[in-house]
């Protein structure tokens, strides 16, 4: 098989690996390179006393597939919003809690590459359409109906530069204005021309894998850092998910990303950019599993109330929330938890009985209200639950293993599921049932693991919607988490709000999400953790933590590192119940 | 933020009165203020209908276009006659109905069962009795000129699907009610019913084939003043019964033609909860605008496959209209009843357009 045929030029050098080794994931091991000199040093805290970053963490250089989404952001910014290609890329396989880990293991089938092929032509036709052209490609041939190669060569080399994340060796632009000339001359057609180098540089491994390559670390011998551009684009794909700008690449063309302040300057950029809510809403859609209500479908018989429309929106919700409570009012992280702030649509605003306006409003559930905290929002409830029942035990699951990091062991192969799926059974209530399921040693040790904090959340139904009943049955919905006891949602949201490892599971997402993989030792997550509760648990804080240490720029030759996994216990340590 | 906080009074303003319970049961969100209301899914005449129909029309179903033009015109009885004489002259008289004499026997619904409300206080000779019996002296007059008129019975009569389905699917035709002064919806001896034109559409189910209550819908305080009308009442044992002085209720066919309904004297009799209220709709209705609107929404091929002859409807309504007689004596309303089905709806009144309200609003009866 002969992979991307009409861009295959500096592959090589962009790589720095004799061919992409599409079907597997590999950390590049030598890529090296002149460079800079400077080393970025930890950030000043706000507050109080400032902890130094500990030696030693650094991250393998990484081949990572570029996501849909990353796809779709780069060429909003390169072509513009209404460069908005129908497309559906193949999902990627979810590693130590993350999809974007996934990336750095994706590989591209013969159907995945026809895809590409597809959008990529799509895109170029959009780009050259006559109603564009005269605002995106900003010269004009000296004939329309022939090539123009300094005029292709001008506008190739420009968006070369954006799409490729680096500035265009004369040699590539020589050969895609080659191709579009060829094409041109044939087609009898400038901008057809045009549109098959753009095809091209669409579909080169160049520009839907992200590799990064590196150079010696000027100030420490013997320590490799990121290039500036794979700097650059390690920044961009984390904090926007998207390509770097043209900003962010002159910088790196200039040396002064790889400086203590440059690098500080264009963070904050960065942070106080309007395009953060989509690196973030990128972020918290992976780590929140999101990609679970691609496949979620509720018994309309049940739950006649929850639509396509509701699925959608209850996403969406939770979205907003996380956005609003922690960027645009840069709150403390906990608070998603016991917050009764959110946004409402009318398609939601049915199933929490509310009356609706005509789009998102913001919304604040009264004080006494059932729900508070993203646990009693739509889409945990409804996402973690069968299409025709709630689950405790599955909303339990999640508690641990999305927000709290802590896996929980699968069921054995032989458990007896008869007690919870039998649905004429004598039970009155899900809470007799997961009881009764629990009488059976096999199946006891993980769900006291799960099922007390998922059993507090039983005054909602499978879709979401508030019940004191089943079937008419007073619902008990007390549970503990971890020591801590509680007598219904809003206290387990409380004690979710003080357990320390709700903090320090976000710390390991957003560093793993950051810098491609997980962290090789505990060591620099702890720091993190330190310096995001000296900062209040601020978000901004905790990506600027991130972003400026230098485990972050840091590039070792070693194997990617392996989550360290602990699974979830009954006999956890208690939260910290100071607050 | 401005906007958010004001919503956010708003939502706050919805809570009161139902903070009892440490914490709120959301479903107790429906009543606002001592107001909730509902939107109409359902609405249907209500006729009383026997298995084969042999009960209620022994005489069989009436003729329509088709039968009768065969009658007054027979293909084989050798007369040469123009389409002008015809059948123009014939789709004619569905726009310039008459009261003469016609050669067909108009087949009126018969017996002493029938549906609806006693809206005079009377026992009459041509009053109908409840099905199980508990009512008499029940008004339902256009029971008699529609009952045994295919067009209108249902399930498969296709005036009984169609005009509900397109009071479903237009937003012209949304029918809005909203309760205020509501202390309880079991017992309340006082309580107003104001009826409203919606403008939004409804909210369906996950299959969409069934409506959900939770909806938001917006009153039209604008375009619909003609219909916003207010209603007294009280409710009893979970069943409203709430009387007015004159409704119109707005009405539509199939390309949104609009086929408003004037209705004298009406009253609502409704088994309400939180979720839904389903029950009557009675009182008596101007026959010309009946007439009219009916004439307006179904075209002869319509009438054709529903065996609905407009000519004779129109002769039956003013024979057997029983109300509101002009100043010659003649009756010009009959009366009539509906069922109907709605759903909890949140109404919104937009905030400039509440003022002028009141003032338009039409009197209560009490």
Known sequence: MRLFTKASGNLKQALCASTVGLATAFALASCSGPGAETRIAAPAAKAGKVTAEPEGEASPRRLRLMTQEQYLNTLAYVFGPDIKPETHFAPVQRTDGLLANGTAKAGVTDSQLELYQKTAALVAGMVVKPERRDFLIMCKPADEKAADKACAGKFLSDIGRLLYRQPMKPAKVAELVEQASASADKLKDFYAGLAVAIEAMLVSPNVLYIAETSEPDPKRPGHQRLDAYSLASRLSFFLWNAAPDDAMLKAAETGEILTDKGKAKIVNMMLASPRLETGMRAFFDDMFAFDDFNNLAKDPMVYPSFTGVTTGDAREQTLRTVIDQLITKNRDYRDLYTSRETFMSPSLAALYRLPSTRTWTPYEFPADSPRAGLLTQISFLAVHSHPGRSSPTLRGKALREVLLCQPVPRPPANVDFSIVNNPNSSYKTQRDRVVAHRSNPVCAGCHKITDPMGLALENFDGAGRYRDNEKGNPIDASGSLDGKDFKDAVGLGQALHDHPALTSCLVKRVYAYGTGGPAKSDETLKWVNTRFAEQGYRLPDLLRTITLSQAFADVSDDAPAQAPVKSASADAPAANTSK | ???????????????????????????????????????????????????????????????????????????????????????????????????????????????????????????????????????????????????????????DGTLYHFNNKFMQQHEYARVLIELTGVDSLVNDNDVTLTTYRGRDGLLTDATGNSFMPGGTQRADHKWGKEFISRFKGKIVDGVLTVQAAEYHQPTTWAFEDVTDQWFKDPRFQLKINQDRAEGMLAGYVDIENFYLQMARAVSTHHQSYGQQSSPSIYRALHKLADAYPDKDGHNTAISFAADVKFVQTFIEHPAVETAAKEADTRPARH
Request: aromatic fraction near 10%; charge should be neutral; glycine fraction near 12%.
């Open chain 2, 1 to 155: 933020m401005k906007h958010a906080a004001k919503i956010g009074a708003l939502f706050a303003a919805m809570t009161v009165g139902f903070a009892g319970a440490a914490v709120a049961d959301e479903s107790a969100n429906v009543i606002r203020n001592g107001t909730i209301g509902y939107v109409l899914t359902d609405y249907h005449w209500a006729l009383y209908q026997t298995k084969d129909g042999k009960a209620e029309c022994p005489q069989g179903f009436n003729d329509g276009p088709r039968e009768q033009f065969k009658i007054l015109f027979p293909a084989d009885d050798g007369k040469k006659r123009t389409l002008l004489e015809t059948q123009l002259a014939r789709e004619s008289q569905i726009w310039h109905p008459d009261l003469k004499p016609e050669i067909f026997t108009f087949k009126e619904a018969q017996g002493k069962t029938g549906l609806g409300m006693n809206l005079d206080g009377k026992v009459g000779p041509n009053d109908f009795t409840s099905p199980d019996g508990s009512e008499k002296g029940i008004d339902n007059q256009l029971y008699r000129v529609i009952g045994c008129v295919a067009n209108y019975r249902g399930p």
